[in-house]
């Protein structure tokens, strides 16, 4: 008789995730992405030993390491609690199979232990205490420190799950942030403490043991924590938000435009996807600061990918996945008294207004003087005339449905992406600094601006013929797309 | 008023729907009925034009559906929880589909009251998701909400399933006085042979995608229907 094996399952559900069923070309690229990542950490890893040597001269490098490892085991922590998903939803369809529910819990665990999430030390940590011994340092030390960090990393690991169940991370945060003022007006150095408390374990390679006991205890509590968690009542219960209420009148007067509009509000602050995206958008409004400080970009094309960038933040990530955010219920506004016209116009207004909002917000960007800030308003002038309808016109193209409400994993951003959006991406980025480019030529810096201005008042003025065109586009692709987002069976 | 001619569903080599003529007049209740994979949801979904049809038309108030979308104005549907936006309270949602018809919020408001009773104080004033009711509480959500507005045609797809039998039985007599004092033309798809049966007064049977029995209501048709599947 074939037995029961985790393992099996475990694989089928990796090799069937939607990343793995994308074309070849995606999955390659991805493949090479993770490469890339994988690979600049470990350059990270083999280069901190010589960077912190340089910075911090006057004390050996291990030293300098423990100190900082505190901040990073707490970064760890938030990015985990925030990030990391759980796979606590598949117990429940274990529960009625003949399977003690020990097993069950040990492979949750291992499945959360082997998270893309804990490559860090692997990736950082032992190069670094490679480097250590290359430098050195005797092999039992360094290794011995490295097993203390692999062991509180994965400590880290286990604790995430209570944080998340429980309310921890509210005194964990308060924690830390009393920890800094301490340590911050010298009353307490409880920060610098728990490095020389690394420190200790690096120089007594037999203190290993403690973090270890440390694992194998939270490891344990983690365990007997999740049987009790084996409930529909208890920790598989879906957890019931509150309402947030959001009484957005003031947007009648948007209107036949504005049912639309509050949807989109709606949409993106109580659903945690959209809230992921959008708070990337948020980040970019501070991609400026990387090329506007540093005078050898000055004036030169990269100013406009910046200008284009802290604009176009929300019409980049949100405006992308344009149609996918809808995917859920996108056979009910087919069927509604609804115009794919009115849909789109609607998904145009609440991007241009983000690109308006945006413009505001950047006007800090003045600091770094007026031509940055010229350059900004042209760039949102370029955006709100052309870039919209090329974000609006390249959404067909993407037929990948979103779950709203659930967290994305580890590279599910690039899973609504596709080879012909990415093609998107020239006239949407590079054509603005192509254009910019040819107006500089004529009449120097302004020149540029001006043409940028000339094209984005173009296409606001052609408006409704850029409209009427993604509406065709859209209506032709109306079957592809709804079949698609509903993955009914074709029966 | 709709009309199927020559309305034909293929995937591949394998025809799932095959209906030569067929005429819904305003005003109707029509019930189709039929074993899993007879071709009622994909019937349905190519009068709301949601697939695609191999060949011929569905033309519903005059309008080729596939070519204009002016039906739009006139036909609402409720085929099952991919129709409700999961991240509105049940007030957002009806007001949502309200906007879209027309409705004002006063007038809405005033139009839900009746209900009270199908509602039975689970739905509204509940600051709840729609995504976290009940799959019972949700259908109930999406049936009144395709009431709203009073839309000429209702499409509702197995709209008994997943309710407790005392809203099945509000429901069957909400359908029933709407029809008569709104002239609503109802499609009712089901597998409950007694609930449509006693709601339309028309039964479509389907099989395999073939249209194999079109009866006017009579005392018998239950029976009848009853020793068709019993096969």
Redesign the interface.
């Known amino acids: 008789m074939p037995t029961f094996s985790f393992r099996a399952l475990n694989k089928k559900k990796l090799l069937r995730t939607p990343q793995w069923e994308t074309k070849l070309a995606i999955r390659l690229l991805i493949g090479f992405f993770v490469l890339y990542m994988a690979a600049s950490f470990l350059l990270v890893g083999v280069s901190i030993y010589f960077i912190v040597d340089e910075t911090v001269p006057d004390q050996p490098p291990i030293l300098t390491v423990n100190q900082f490892l505190v901040y990073y085991f707490f970064g760890e922590l938030l990015l985990r609690y925030f990030l990391q998903q759980l796979p606590v939803t598949d117990i429940q369809s274990f529960l009625l199979l003949p399977i003690p529910k020990r097993r069950i819990i040990r492979n949750v665990l291992l499945k959360i232990t082997l998270s893309l999430y804990n490559l860090g030390p692997f990736l950082i940590f032992l190069p670094f205490a490679i480097v250590l011994i290359v430098k050195g340092v005797a092999p039992q030390q360094a290794l011995s420190w490295w097993f203390s960090v692999l062991a509180l990393v994965l400590s880290i690991n286990f604790l995430s799950f209570f944080i998340r169940k429980t309310a921890w991370i509210y005194p964990i945060v308060g924690g830390v942030l009393i920890g800094l003022f301490l340590e911050q007006y010298e009353i307490v150095p409880v920060i610098s403490g728990a490095g020389q408390g690394l420190q200790w374990l690096y120089e007594h390679p037999l203190g290993v043991l403690a973090p270890l006991a440390l694992l194998a205890l939270m490891g344990r509590a983690t365990a007997r924590f999740l049987i009790k968690q084996c409930y529909l009542d208890t920790g598989l219960k879906?957890r019931?938000?509150?309402?947030l209420g959001m009484r957005l009148h003031f947007l009648d007067r948007l209107g036949e435009d504005?049912?639309l509009i509050?949807?989109d509000l709606?949409?993106i602050f109580?659903?945690i996807r959209a809230r992921q995206v959008v708070l990337m958008a948020v980040l970019f409004l501070f991609y400026g600061l990387i090329f506007f400080v540093q005078d050898i970009y000055a004036e030169s094309p990269m100013w406009v990918f910046a200008a284009i960038f802290t604009t176009g933040g929300f019409m980049l990530t949100y405006g992308q996945n344009v149609p996918a955010w809808d995917s859920?219920?996108?056979?009910?506004l087919?069927?509604?008294?609804?115009?794919?016209r009115g849909y789109l116009k609607a998904k145009w207004l609440l991007m241009t207004l983000s690109i308006v909002v945006s413009a505001i917000l950047c006007i800090p960007y003045l600091y770094f003087g007026l031509k940055v800030y010229a350059l900004i308003l042209a760039g949102a002038l370029f955006n709100i005339g052309l870039g919209t309808f090329i974000t609006l016109f390249s959404g067909t193209a993407n037929r990948t449905p979103i779950k709203?409400?659930v967290k994305a994993k580890a590279f599910e951003n690039t899973q609504a992406f596709n080879l012909t959006q990415f093609l998107f991406v020239i006239p949407k980025v590079l054509a603005p600094v192509g254009i910019f480019w040819l107006g500089t030529l004529g009449w120097g810096f302004y020149g540029g601006v001006a043409l940028l201005c000339v094209f984005g008042t173009a296409g606001l003025l052609l408006r409704n013929t850029l409209l009427d065109q993604v509406v065709k586009r859209y209506i032709k692709g109306?079957?592809t797309t709804?079949?698609a987002f509903?993955k009914t069976p074709?029966? | 008023m709709i009309t199927l001619s020559t309305l034909t569903k293929k995937y591949g080599s394998q025809e799932v729907l095959n209906i030569p003529e067929l005429e819904i007049p305003s005003g109707q209740c029509f019930g189709l009925v039929g074993n899993n994979g007879a071709g009622k949801t994909t019937l349905f979904s190519l009068i709301l034009d949601l697939i695609r049809p191999s060949t011929g038309q569905v033309i519903n108030n005059g309008h080729v559906v596939s070519e204009n979308e002016a039906w739009k104005n006139t036909t609402a549907a409720f085929i099952d929880e991919s129709f409700l936006i999961g991240y509105l309270t049940p007030e957002e949602y009806f007001q949502f589909v309200a906007d879209l018809r027309q409705v004002s919020k006063a007038t809405l408001e005033e139009w839900l009251e009746p209900f009270a009773p199908l509602f039975n104080d689970e739905i509204l004033g509940k600051k709840k998701y729609l995504r976290d009711f009940s799959k019972g509480n949700q259908k109930k959500v999406g049936l009144v909400a395709a009431l709203i507005g009073a839309p000429q045609t209702v499409i509702l797809d197995e709209p008994f399933a997943n309710l407790d039998p005392t809203t099945q039985i509000r429901l069957k007599e909400l359908i029933q006085k709407t029809a008569q004092t709104q002239h609503t033309t109802f499609l009712i798809s089901s597998h409950d042979l007694t609930h449509v049966t006693e709601v339309c007064n028309r039964i479509v049977l389907l099989e395999k995608g073939q249209l194999r029995k079109d009866i006017l209501k009579t005392p018998e048709t239950l029976s009848e229907l009853e020793a068709y599947f019993k096969g």
């Open positions: 879906s019931r938000e509150r309402v504005a049912p509050k949807n709606r949409l109580r659903n859920e219920y996108y056979a009910l087919m069927c509604q008294n609804l115009s794919y709203l409400n109306k079957y709804l079949n509903t074709n029966v």
